[in-house]
């Protein structure tokens, strides 16, 4: 790898965006078809919002080479379709034994992990915490709150992301949902198909 200059970027909080970003790219809900479970509930949201930024990922990567990193802002809309929260697409990173964190700077997500075999674990994020997404686990961000979430990330460079795992598997195994008080809760994804062993096994070994 070659030496490389230092760089600085800064993240602008009130804006939801990395200052200096050398890529952004925005997802809308007409991005989103299909991950809801409530299908008149998406078309509904989807005349409503239009084109609208659901989110939107600024990033700086200095290139892709191992050992590399890229370090960027996610901004999400507070929104629901039906009673499902906004969420991002998802994925598992290509090369699946690279980790990433992320650190909340405004509003109150949710990061919805799956293991390859199935297993779901949700962590809260908020202003000044750090969450682990550690290397082969599925993931997902979730806006369980009333504002914009805003959170930073940092991931090696050479991680690529995967999203056709979570379509071949008719999604993630659970659905974040209003829990009608104001809250969150995780129900079971009706479509969900578990991996075969095989598949499991090979994606452990990537
Ligand atoms: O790639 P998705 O699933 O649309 O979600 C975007 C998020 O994942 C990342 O690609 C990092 O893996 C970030 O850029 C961003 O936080
Ligand atoms: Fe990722």
Not at 12 to 20: A, F, H, I, P, T
Not at 152 to 179: C, E, L
Request: net charge negative; aromatic share 10%; hydrophobic share 35%.
């Amino acid at each position: 790898m070659p030496m490389r200059e230092p760089g600085i970027c800064r993240v602008d909080v009130e804006k939801g965006e990395l200052s200096g970003a050398s890529n952004r790219y925005t997802r809308t809900m007409a991005d989103l078809a299909g991950l809801y479970a409530d299908g008149s509930a998406y078309k509904a949201v989807l005349a409503e919002l239009g084109d609208t930024v659901v989110y939107e990922v600024t990033d700086f990567k200095p290139s892709a080479d191992a050992g590399d990193m890229i370090i960027g802002v996610t901004r999400m809309i507070p929104g629901r379709v039906g009673d499902e929260y906004f969420l991002t697409r998802g994925h598992i990173h290509a090369n699946a034994n690279r980790p990433e964190m992320y650190y909340g700077e405004a509003g109150y997500g949710l990061m919805l992990l799956e293991s390859p075999a199935g297993e779901i674990r949700t962590v809260e994020i908020g202003p000044r915490s750090l969450c682990y997404v550690p290397p082969y686990w599925i993931h997902r961000s979730v806006n369980v709150g009333t504002t914009e979430l805003v959170m930073t990330f940092a991931y090696p460079a050479d991680s690529g992301q995967d999203y056709d795992i979570i379509a071949k598997a008719g999604g993630m195994r659970s659905r974040i949902v209003d829990d009608g008080r104001g809250g969150w809760k995780a129900v079971d994804n009706e479509s969900y198909r578990f991996r075969s062993k095989e598949l499991v096994e090979s994606i452990m070994g990537r």
